[in-house]
C-alpha cells in the first residue's frame, strides 16, 4: 500500500504543475461528490459528498453525515508553490539573437536551484467567447525554455556567495532570434484556440524533471512542489477512503499560501467561512448553531516541515529534530507561527497512536524564525481548535524537494484516522475521543 500511495502521489504530482491543474486533479478524483456553484443556492441532503472551487485554484469538499448537521472536521493544505509568474507582455529580445520570458517572482523561492533544468509553462487562459470570457487550462508540458547559469570563467564568484538578480539573472531562454513572437501564439496552439482570442492569462514556468523515488533501499523521493502537494493530496485519499462518521468532514485545499493567502481564494479570505456557513443554512439551522458547532470542531493545519539536515544538522533545533519515514511531525511556535498548543497537540496525538502512526515535535531553531502557514490565518475567520502538521522534507522551496517514502501513507492513515474519530468537547479544554474500531 505504501508504495501505491507514493506512486499515487508522484501522478498527482506529474498532472499538477499549477494551482490551476492541482484544483482539477483534485475535482477528478471526487467520484461521486456533487459540483456546487458558489452563485447558486445549496441543497444539501443528508449522506451527501459535495465539492465547490473558487478560482479554480482552491477547492473545499465535504461530507455530510447521515444525522445531518454536525460539527466540523477539517484538514486545511494549499495548492500553490513558489515559481515564476509570466509577464503579460512576455518576450523579451536579446541583441536579436536570443527571446527571453519576462518573469517575476512568485512566492520565496531558492533561485539557484531554477537553474540549467528543463523547464515548461502552464496555467490559466481567459479567452473571447461567443457569450463573454471562458476559463481554461494550458500545459505545454514539453522542454520549453530553460535559465541558463553564466560560466565560472565569467562569474568567479559564483560559489563564494553571489547574490542572484531576478530581473537579470533569472530570465528564461525560450527561443532564438527567429523565435521572436512565437510564444503567443504556442499557447494558443497548445489550448487549441485562435491566438488573437486570448484577452487574458495567468502563466507560470515550472521544473519538468519527473518525480522519482530513489535511496539505497528506496526510502526517498524528490519531485517539484512536494511543499504543500504531498499534504493535499494525503488529506484528499484520507477524506476518499475515510468510513463515515457523525461529523462533516471537509478537505480545504486553498491557493497563495506562499504569497501571504490574502486573496479571494486564500486562506485569508471568506472562502472557508462562506462555505460552512452555507452547509448550516441549507441543513435547515442558524447561525446560532453555526457558532455553536465552531468550539466543537477541530482543524488540522497541513503543510510540510524542515528535516534535519544531513550537511547542517546544528541549523535544527537542538532537540526538536525530525526526520525524513519517522511518521508525521507537529509542529510548535510560541508566536502562534503554528497553532498547536498542548490540548490540541494530545488530541492528535492520541488519534495517531491510536492509527499506529508514529509523530515527531518540530520546533525551529530559537535564533531563526520560520514562516506561517495556513491555520492561524484561516483562523482569523473561522475559530476552531487547530494544529499544524506536516511531513518532514529537504530543500523546502527548491523547484526539486526531498522527502520519505514510508511518510506519505503515514499522513494518509493519520488524517484518515482524524475524519474517522468523533472528537466532542465536552467543556472549554476537554474532550472526549471515540474511536472507530
Same mark, same amino acid.
Given at each position: ?12 504530482? +506529474?498532472?499538477? /504543475? ?17 459540483? $456546487? ?50 509577464? @503579460? ?7 536579436? +539573437? ?17 537553474? *540549467? ?45 553571489? +547574490? ?24 494558443? =496552439? ?36 512536494? *511543499? ?10 484520507? $477524506? ?23 486573496? +479571494? ?15 448550516? $443554512? ?12 465552531? /468550539? ?24 526538536? =529534530? ?23 497537540? !494530545? ?10 502512526? /508514529? ?14 502557514? $495556513? ?16 511531513? !518532514? ?7 526539486? @524537494? ?36
Amino acid at each position: 500500500m505504501a508504495h501505491e500511495q507514493v506512486q499515487g502521489l508522484l501522478q498527482f504530482l +506529474k498532472e499538477s /504543475p499549477t494551482a490551476f491543474h492541482a484544483v482539477e486533479s483534485i475535482c477528478s478524483r471526487l467520484t461521486g461528490f456533487e459540483p $456546487l456553484q458558489e452563485n447558486a443556492r445549496w441543497r444539501l441532503q443528508t449522506g451527501g459528498r459535495y465539492y465547490v472551487t473558487r478560482n479554480r485554484s482552491s477547492v473545499i469538499a465535504f461530507t455530510v453525515p447521515q444525522r445531518g448537521f454536525a460539527p466540523f472536521q477539517l484538514i486545511a493544505s494549499h495548492t500553490d508553490s513558489p515559481t515564476f509568474r509570466i509577464k @503579460e507582455n512576455a518576450e523579451l529580445t536579446v541583441r536579436d +539573437k536570443y527571446v527571453q520570458l519576462d518573469v517575476e517572482r512568485y512566492g520565496g523561492m531558492i533561485l539557484n536551484t531554477w537553474l *540549467d533544468r528543463p523547464l515548461s509553462v502552464a496555467g490559466r487562459l481567459a479567452v473571447r467567447s461567443q457569450d463573454g470570457v471562458r476559463s481554461l487550462l494550458v500545459n505545454l508540458d514539453e522542454d520549453s525554455a530553460v535559465i541558463p547559469n553564466v560560466a565560472i570563467h565569467m562569474n568567479r564568484e559564483i560559489n563564494t556567495g553571489y +547574490k542572484y538578480n531576478p530581473a537579470a539573472d533569472m530570465m528564461p531562454l525560450w527561443s532564438g532570434g527567429d523565435g521572436k513572437g512565437s510564444f503567443r501564439a504556442r499557447i494558443a =496552439q497548445a489550448a487549441g484556440v485562435a491566438e488573437g482570442d486570448i484577452i487574458g492569462s495567468d502563466l507560470y514556468l515550472y521544473n519538468r524533471m519527473p518525480g522519482c523515488v530513489w535511496g539505497g533501499e528506496g526510502e526517498y523521493l524528490s519531485a517539484g512542489r512536494l *511543499d504543500d502537494l504531498e499534504c493535499a493530496y494525503a488529506s484528499l485519499q484520507a $477524506l476518499l477512503t475515510a468510513a463515515d462518521g457523525a461529523h462533516i468532514n471537509i478537505c480545504c485545499v486553498f491557493d497563495n499560501e506562499e504569497v501571504g493567502s490574502g486573496t +479571494k481564494q486564500g486562506a485569508d479570505s471568506t472562502f472557508l467561512s462562506d462555505v460552512l456557513r452555507r452547509i448550516t $443554512l441549507s441543513l435547515g439551522h442558524d447561525e446560532a448553531d453555526y457558532m455553536a458547532a465552531l /468550539p466543537r470542531s477541530f482543524m488540522l493545519s497541513a503543510d510540510n516541515a524542515h528535516a534535519t539536515h544531513p550537511n547542517h544538522p546544528e541549523l535544527s533545533d537542538p532537540v526538536n =529534530q525530525v526526520y525524513m519515514n519517522e511518521g508525521v511531525v507537529i509542529k510548535f511556535n510560541a508566536n502562534q507561527k503554528y497553532t498547536t498548543d498542548g490540548v490540541s497537540e !494530545a488530541v492528535f496525538h492520541a488519534i495517531c497512536q491510536h492509527a499506529d502512526v /508514529p509523530v515527531q515535535h518540530f520546533a525551529n531553531r530559537s535564533d531563526m524564525p520560520g514562516g506561517s502557514t $495556513l491555520g492561524n490565518i484561516s483562523g482569523g475567520h473561522v475559530s476552531v481548535n487547530t494544529l499544524d502538521i506536516g511531513l !518532514a522534507q529537504l530543500a523546502m522551496h527548491s523547484s526539486y @524537494e526531498t522527502a520519505g517514502t514510508k511518510d506519505v501513507d503515514y499522513m494518509i492513515r493519520a488524517m484518515r484516522a482524524f475524519y474517522e474519530t468523533e472528537i466532542d468537547c465536552l467543556r472549554d479544554g476537554d474532550y472526549q475521543l471515540t474511536f472507530r474500531a
